[in-house]
């Protein structure tokens, strides 16, 4: 078992920057594959980047502005958000898995969750 909290979630304009942290309440070392998800009203949750046996995968909508890392401890995991939209207002969650199967964004994959921090961009 791991506990998450995400952390981090703020309101910012258009165009500005965001760092989410996801501390987890053990060494996450052992687990195969950590991520972070979004989830806005009316939509459902999507993956946005992950790490998965030390590679990065990205979604498109997010490649080049959003930048996945973990600390050296492997206890917090981060999201770096450039150059936000309105767009990505959403709900951001933290998620990780043992699980070796499936893909690296497929939520259906993922056994524990945070309970999510909100990011809300105005234009």
């Known amino acids: 078992q791991v506990q998450l909290v995400e952390s981090g979630g703020a309101s910012v304009q258009a165009g500005g920057s965001l760092r989410l942290s996801c501390t987890a309440s053990?060494?996450?070392?052992?687990?195969?594959?950590m991520a972070w998800f979004r989830q806005a009203p009316g939509q459902e949750r999507e993956g946005l980047a992950c790490i998965e046996n030390g590679n990065r995968v990205y979604r498109d909508s997010v490649t080049g502005r959003f930048t996945i890392s973990q600390d050296v401890t492997k206890t917090t995991l981060y999201l770096q958000m450039n150059s936000l939209k309105s767009e990505d207002t959403a709900m951001y969650y933290c998620a990780a898995t043992s699980n070796r199967g499936g893909t690296c964004l497929g939520r259906v994959w993922y056994s524990y969750w945070g309970q999510g921090t909100q990011v809300t961009v105005s234009s």
């Open positions: 053990r060494y996450t070392g052992s687990l195969y594959r």
